[in-house]
């Protein structure tokens, strides 16, 4: 089994920072990619950004030059430092990952997710 939990979420006033957290344990051989995703209120989940193993990133355009996703691949850690946030930025934030397990199996989870509430 493959776990992820989240953390690093909260209330901000628009204009502020908060960097979001997310640890992958387990049975774990190896992690190919990581990425966010957010659900509002009453809107579907929609995927934030995205880092594979080889560092490659990518992001929504309502979040470039604001968010920027990272990894510490030692600790089978992603981040989402998010600056600039705005109102519109409300949600849950779910992690989500893919890889391989040590049975060789493949996998992809998700956390439980973590809320990030900006005020205007």
């Known amino acids: 089994q493959v776990q992820l939990v989240e953390s690093g979420g909260g209330l901000v006033q628009a204009g502020g920072s908060l960097r979001l957290s997310c640890a992958a344990s387990?049975?774990?051989?190896?992690?190919?990619?990581m990425g966010w995703y957010r659900q509002a209120p009453g809107k579907q989940r929609e995927s934030v950004a995205a880092?594979?193993?080889?560092?490659?990133?990518n992001y929504r355009d309502s979040v470039k030059d604001r968010f920027t996703i990272s990894r510490d691949s030692s600790k089978n850690t992603v981040y989402l430092q998010m600056n600039i946030l705005k109102p519109e930025d409300t949600a849950v934030y779910y992690c989500?990952?893919?890889?391989?397990?040590?049975?060789?199996?493949?996998?992809?989870?998700w956390g439980r997710g973590t809320l990030v509430t900006v005020s205007s």
């Open positions: 387990g049975s774990i051989f190896r992690i190919d990619y």
């Open positions: 989500n990952a893919g890889g391989m397990r040590r049975d060789f199996e493949s996998f992809e989870v």
């Open positions: 880092i594979t193993s080889a560092s490659s990133t």
